[in-house]
């Protein structure tokens, strides 16, 4: 497995007490940090917390590499292990920062894992991911998830998909709304990174049906709204932000002057917009051979349901995202049997991209400098991508 070397720059508190020596950890990715405090753990004799990213190379982008983490020890460390040499850039790191994480400020995990010992009990949390988008704790049974403030509550949203489908998605412990904390029993069972042809039947048709009965409760919904009609708009602002080579910007530009035929085709599908998940492949699903749900609803938004098709097409060998897109197209006309489900496919090639790139743009304008890292390239891929798929299909 890849793995990544890891930096830690140490505080009780506020307070710097210094840095551990470099260390190897998988898995690779820069998120995922059990790891990361399980040596520490070790080799600090006390309880660790990672607040934040500090600093990446950038060989891959999400892993591998060197890797600077800020971390809080819950405890005076041993002696003798950390080197307390003064760090040059301890300042900046706990400088006031408006758009840091509530969960990258001190003592920020903490909050979020008292809240959940309140609810399930004193049970033993281990951090399991931590970055721009989420903080994500496990306990025995349970999982607390943290979110940002321009993405969705996981158990907001839950609790509107449990309204049709009590299983279709994790069980809600709790919710605490003005600090977009959700507390989830654990979903049993495996992510389902390979899907066989039951559980993509099962799984995408349960989530059409929930989101054709949402569709008309999408103004209830506290999440990010993105309508294909807003599209145009918010893709000329990227030509405005966004670095392009001059050829691309003429291609945006032209795809811009198609834009309203393409989303006529859209339109013309007859399918209604509602919540869509947002990162719909199947590493996202579990199951324990009786029951399937979903999981990870932080990054669902107010849009068109064939964003999610498109999403998981693209995660699937061509055989099974065949096999999904069938299973998709029937379940959308057993809700509305006027819709042409299949019209929507090939606009969405092009206009999920574009989604893709606004959405990216939000992160990067909500989050702060050092972890922009993740996303920075993204806008203008996503961008270039959309272009590419005009093309494609011949607009």
């Known amino acids: ?18 840095r551990v020596p470099a260390f190897e950890v998988e898995p690779a990715w820069w998120s995922e940090v059990e790891g ?4 520490l753990d070790q080799l600090l004799g006390v309880r660790t917390i990672v607040l934040r990213l500090v600093h990446a190379d950038e060989a891959v982008v999400g892993r591998g590499g060197r890797v600077v983490y800020h971390v809080q020890a ?18 900046a790191i706990v400088a006031a920062e408006p758009l840091r994480a509530t969960w990258a400020e001190v003592d920020g ?42 993405g969705s509550i996981d158990a907001d949203i839950i609790d509107h998909i449990h309204r049709y489908d009590g299983r279709l998605a994790p069980t809600v412990l709790g919710t605490s709304a003005g600090n977009r904390w959700s507390l989830l ?3 049993p069972g495996a992510d389902c990174w390979e899907p066989d042809p039951p559980t993509i039947e099962d799984v995408v048709s349960r989530w059409v049906a929930v989101q054709a009965e949402l569709a008309a409760e999408v103004d209830e919904l506290d999440a990010p709204v993105l309508r294909p009609e807003h599209l145009a708009d918010e893709v000329s602002r990227l030509l405005t932000i966004v670095a392009l080579p001059g050829d ?32 719909f492949h199947p590493g996202n699903w579990r199951s ?5 749900a979903i999981v990870d609803w932080a990054d669902s938004f107010v849009g068109h349901p064939a964003t999610d098709i498109q999403r998981l097409r693209g995660w699937m060998p061509q055989a099974k995202g065949d096999h999904a897109v069938e299973v998709w197209s029937a379940a959308w006309k057993r809700r509305i049997p006027n819709s042409e489900p299949f019209r929507a496919l090939q606009p969405m090639t092009v206009l999920g991209r574009l989604v893709g790139a606004v959405m990216y743009q939000r992160f990067l304008e909500n989050i702060e400098p050092d972890e922009r890292i993740y996303h920075a390239d993204d806008p203008r891929t996503e961008l270039q991508a959309a272009v590419e798929a005009m093309r494609a299909c011949g607009w």
């Open 1 to 18: 497995m890849e793995t990544k070397t890891v930096e830690a720059v140490v505080s009780v508190g506020h307070r710097y007490v210094g």
């Open 36 to 39: 990361v405090t399980r040596q």
């Open 74 to 91: 819950l405890g005076e460390p041993r002696a003798g292990v950390v080197d307390e040499t003064p760090y040059d850039g301890w300042d």
């Open 109 to 150: 995990p903490g909050w979020l894992i008292e809240w959940a010992r309140g609810i399930i009990g004193p049970l033993d949390p281990v951090q399991v991911k931590t970055w721009n988008l989420s903080c994500l704790i496990r306990f025995p049974g349970a999982w607390a998830k943290a979110t940002s403030r321009f």
């Open 185 to 187: 029993a654990h979903a």
């Open 248 to 279: 691309d910007v003429l291609a945006v530009e032209e795809l811009l002057t198609k834009l309203p035929g393409i989303l006529s085709e859209l339109d013309a599908s007859g399918l209604p917009i509602t919540l869509v998940h947002g990162d």
């Open 288 to 292: 324990d051979g009786t029951n399937r």
